[in-house]
């Protein structure tokens, strides 16, 4: 969480993260600035969402992160962060398309836009689940950004490349309608991203 306020994609006491642990995962309490995260405060929750310890709140957005691990075995961590550039094109409920070939990082040809929901609700979850279908990163309408890691420090980074990006596309957007990688090369691409950054031996 510091790193996520270091960079700059969260502010305050917004956003949260977790990680999977074993059958449980541990994500960041509820109200509490990273400077003042400890390692006792961090809360473990059972896979049906139930925290360990009666006496700690959990983030208010628990319910994603329970109902992400429990559909996406490729989640070992989750990052949800309110990055300006991101949360801007969330507030105009748009998707981010494939006006760069790395738009492809997060699995897909496009980042959907989930559907608005009141923050904490599983309704939310419902919405961010559906947008993250076949994807590792999602927006979420007037709200912020998901996205998914076999790693925190993954995690953390494609959180940057969707900020990035969405800043990208507002840039190239302002100056005009972005031109738009059809299927078919979005297709290409994503094939080439199944060895991307491998190292062969």
């Not at 979420?140 to 969405?166: C, F, K």
Request: with cysteine; proline share 4%.
């Amino acid at each position: 969480m510091r790193e996520l306020e270091r960079l700059g994609l969260n502010r305050g006491t917004a956003g949260n993260l977790s990680v999977r642990d074993g059958t449980c995962f541990l994500i960041t309490p509820s109200g509490v600035k990273p400077r003042d995260l400890a390692p006792e405060g961090i809360v473990a929750m059972s896979a049906q969402g139930e925290p360990l310890d009666a006496a700690q709140r959990p983030s208010s957005e628990w319910r994603f992160h329970r109902d992400i691990y429990a559909a996406r075995e490729d989640a070992a961590a989750i990052v949800h962060v309110h990055s300006t550039h991101a949360t801007a094109l969330a507030c105009q409920g748009r998707d981010l398309p494939p006006f760069h070939y790395m738009i492809a990082v997060a699995g897909g040809a496009d980042v959907r836009c989930a559907p608005y929901a009141t923050f904490g609700t599983q309704a939310l979850s419902d919405a961010a689940l559906g947008a993250l279908a076949g994807r590792r990163a999602c927006l979420l309408a007037n709200h912020g950004v998901i996205t998914l890691g076999d790693s925190v420090e993954r995690a953390i980074d494609l959180a940057v490349e969707i900020e990035e990006l969405a800043r990208q596309y507002l840039l190239a957007y302002a100056t005009g309608e972005p031109v738009l990688l059809d299927d078919a090369e979005m297709a290409r691409v994503l094939e080439k991203f199944k060895t991307y950054g491998v190292r062969r031996s």
